[in-house]
Structure formats: C-alpha cells, structure tokens
C-alpha cells in the first residue's frame, strides 16, 4: 500500500482501517497509533497539531506515558479523524450508524422479547430484507464474560496451561498478530478464576499460570509493535513468577523484557534485564535458561562493542548449554535448542563484526548452521536467522547466495503477522544498498520497501 496522503483538516480514513492501526485503537494503545502515524509522514507537529497536544506530551505518550483520561481519547479521536467507536468510546452519528439490526439486542430484554427480536431478524435475513454492510461486521459486539467456576481445583488450572501452550505455539510458527488478541481474552477470563476459592497449592499453580499467560501476553504484544501493553504485561507476570516462588519462569520473563529493550536499541538497559534474570536462572538451577540468558547478554555485549566480554559470555552459554536436559525444562524456555545455541552466536559475530570484520566469516557458518537446523513450526525464528545470513552474506561478498536468502527471508516476512521481522529488515535492506549496482540487490531492496510500508 503506498502511503496514504495526509491532508490540512484529518488524515486519510484509509489508515485507521489497517490491521495493526486497528488493533492499537481498539486497545487505546496511543503510542502505537502515533508511531504508525509517523511511519506513513505524519510529524509529531502534525499530530500536536490534530490533536490540540503539545508536541513534548505527543513525546512522552511515544516514550510510554499511557493517555487514560477521556476526555483526551475523545479529543485524539476527533482530531485524528477516528470513529469514536474504534477506541471504545462512546458512538458517534457515524459508528452509531454501523451498530446496525445488532443494536436492538439488548440483555435487559426478558426472554421472550429477545427471541421475538431474534426470529424477525433471522426471517428479514433469510429473505434478504435486512442489508447489512462490512462496516457493521466490524464492529464488535457487546462483551459479556464467560461465567468462571466458584471452586477450582488442579484441572481448571491445567486447562489454563494447555491454552498457553497452544497459543504459544502459534505465536512461534504464525507470529503475535495471529493469536495476540486470543491471548488477552483468553488471560481476561483466565484472571477471573482469582475469585474462586481453591487449596494454597492450587492457588500457587494458579498464579504460575497466569504469571506465563501474562509471559505470553507482552511477548505477542511486542512482537506486533505495542510496546507499552508489553511492558505491563511483562511487569504482572513478573510480579506472579516472584508470588509462586517460580524462578525459572520469572528468569524467563526477565529474557522477554531484554529482548523487548534489545529491539528498541536500548541495548544497556536490556544487558541489565539479562544479568537479573541470571540470577533467577541461577536460584532455579535451570542451566538451559542460564545458557539462553548468556547467549543474550553476549550479543548485547557485541553490540555495544565489547568482544572480549561478549566472547566470555557465549563461551558460557555454550557450556550451560551443554550440561542442560531440555527434556526436563520448564515449557516455556524447551524452545531454546541447537539453531537457538547457533543463532544467539551467529548474532554475536555479525555485531562484533561492525568493528571487527574478522568475525563475518563465524557469523555466516553459524547462522547458516542454524537455518539448516531450524524446526519447521519456528518460521519466525528462521526469517531473523535469514535476515541475518543474508545480510552478513552481502557484507562479504557472497551476492548471490544473500540475495537468495534474503528474498526467502522477504517472502516469509509477508506470510507471518509479525512488526518485528518487518523492523529487522532493516539491516538487510542497507547491505543490499549497498550492492545497488546489481539488479537483484535493487529488487530485494524493493520488495523490503514494499512491506515497510503496508
């Protein structure tokens, strides 16, 4: 899609009807909403201007700062050109307009009024006397909670569990924009079993499992670009893992919140996230966690330079790597395997790499060892590992093995729901620039511009 015209009054209807911008409305995630604005030449004046904010406040809502008060989300939305329902505030003429048949389905109807109600649509439907339009379909339905149990034992908890991994195992091979929203609803009702009453080790097990879900809540939400909800859902399954007396997991959570840092090239203060979580990794004695938070701290080192501390500590990931049994590993850290061993120590080499070109070559053999091993259900593990060969490949001179790789790496990129792999293409896109001379290189550069702006 190419970038949408901003005009002198609002901003094109057509942007608010993007997937990712749509999801960040419905959540009022109004960092994300600014920093897709900006993504498509939108300034922050601009936005200051639509608004009526200042440009330092449309700052510290891009640092973080969460906007909660009303009356500024109906300003934003107004400003900005958003139907109002978009944001879950109150309709206005248009999205009052969109509730369509839908809204005379209210609960304070006895039953009978609701299933005459019911019967009259379902007939106008049938014989095509209703017309309803998208539009309407977009808009969600009135939320009504599912009833949770009064008394929970260890089965209610495992379905907890199940649930995680199974959406889990989605975000690895589909990305955080296919099962993101599922998570949420899913850790919505999840939270509510709070309520219920249960033994002290079931209660145990029960904030165990909430602690992950949240784990796997921020994990999906930076992977598709909202950063604050990230961080908060990080920050309660932390708090969780401490009450449940987890450390394994909340070393884990620690890993997730360094990794968020990492991509946002807050390389220090997610080298400080990896150290805690050693420490926990350490009380648990889980060496395939340890081995996972070394492997971490070691690129962080590379990318602030240091290769005699990065070198120290993916030796040390190695070794813990390999005193650890995966089969005895909690669920959330068995996904760390050889490719991950190989990728964390590719990645380490291709950093360093930037002052010490010396290192290019054992980036290549290591990524490429990785790519070679990647499990088939880990796709968005493997376009980073791709990203990272290829562009290392074009850095030396191996054009047309990079430009292989890094148009198998743009095709999945396309096919996975995921802000992160299109933000790490960044890298690529400048090495193939850098061989704009070639055809191929212009091609690749294209098609990573392509997906940079849809």
Not at 358 to 384: C, I, T, Y
Request: net charge neutral.
């Amino acid at each position: 899609m190419n970038v949408t015209h901003v005009s002198e009054q609002a901003i094109s209807f057509a942007i608010w009807e993007r997937p990712q911008m749509r999801q960040a409305l419905a959540v009022r995630d109004i960092a994300t909403v600014y920093l897709l604005l900006q993504r498509v030449g939108v300034s922050q004046r601009r936005i200051a201007a639509l608004t009526g904010q200042s440009q330092s406040e449309i700052s510290e809502i891009l640092n973080g700062r969460q906007v909660m008060a009303y009356d500024v989300l109906v300003r934003i939305a107004d400003g900005l050109g958003v139907p109002r329902g978009y944001m879950g505030l109150a309709y206005d003429d248009a999205s009052q307009a969109m509730a369509g048949p839908l809204a005379g389905f209210q609960d304070d109807a006895d039953e009978d009024e609701q299933v005459r109600r019911l019967l009259a649509h379902a007939a106008q439907v049938t014989i095509g006397a209703a017309v309803a339009t998208v539009d309407e379909w977009r808009q969600p339905l009135a939320r009504v909670d599912t009833p949770v149990p009064a008394k929970i034992g260890d089965a209610e908890v495992e379905q907890v569990e199940t649930v995680t991994q199974s959406l889990r195992a989605l975000d690895y091979r589909y990305g955080g924009g296919v099962c993101r929203d599922a998570v949420v609803a899913q850790l919505a009702w999840s939270q509510h079993l709070l309520q219920a009453t249960c033994t002290e080790k079931v209660g145990r097990r029960l904030h165990r499992a909430l602690a992950d879900q949240h784990n796997l809540a921020g994990w999906t939400s930076f992977d598709v670009g909202l950063y604050g909800a990230a961080r908060r859902h990080l920050a309660r399954a932390l708090e969780q893992a401490k009450h449940a007396k987890d450390p394994s997991l909340a070393a884990n959570i620690l890993y997730r919140m360094g990794r968020v840092h990492l991509h946002l090239d807050r390389v220090e203060d997610a080298l400080r996230f990896f150290q805690l979580g050693q420490i926990c990794a350490q009380d648990a004695s889980c060496e395939l966690t340890v081995a996972m938070l070394c492997a971490n701290e070691a690129w962080a080192y590379a990318l602030l330079g240091d290769e005699r501390l990065a070198m120290k500590s993916i030796s040390r990931a190695r070794d813990e790597y390999a005193r650890a049994d995966r089969d005895t590993a909690p669920a959330w850290v068995r996904f760390f395997g050889d490719a991950d061993i190989a990728a964390a120590s590719g990645m380490t080499h291709a950093s360093l790499a930037q002052t010490h070109p010396g290192h290019l070559p054992k980036a290549a053999e290591l990524l490429s060892n990785s790519v070679r091993n990647r499990d088939q259900n880990m796709a968005r593990s493997k376009v980073f590992e791709l990203i990272g060969l290829a562009t290392v490949q074009l850095r030396l001179g191996e054009v047309e093995e990079g430009l292989e790789n890094g148009n198998e790496a743009v095709t999945l990129v396309a096919q996975i729901r995921s802000v992160r792999t299109i933000d790490r293409l960044a890298p690529l896109r400048d090495a193939a620039a850098e061989r704009r001379h070639e055809s191929g290189a212009r091609e690749l550069c294209r098609r990573i511009k392509g997906l940079q702006i849809v």
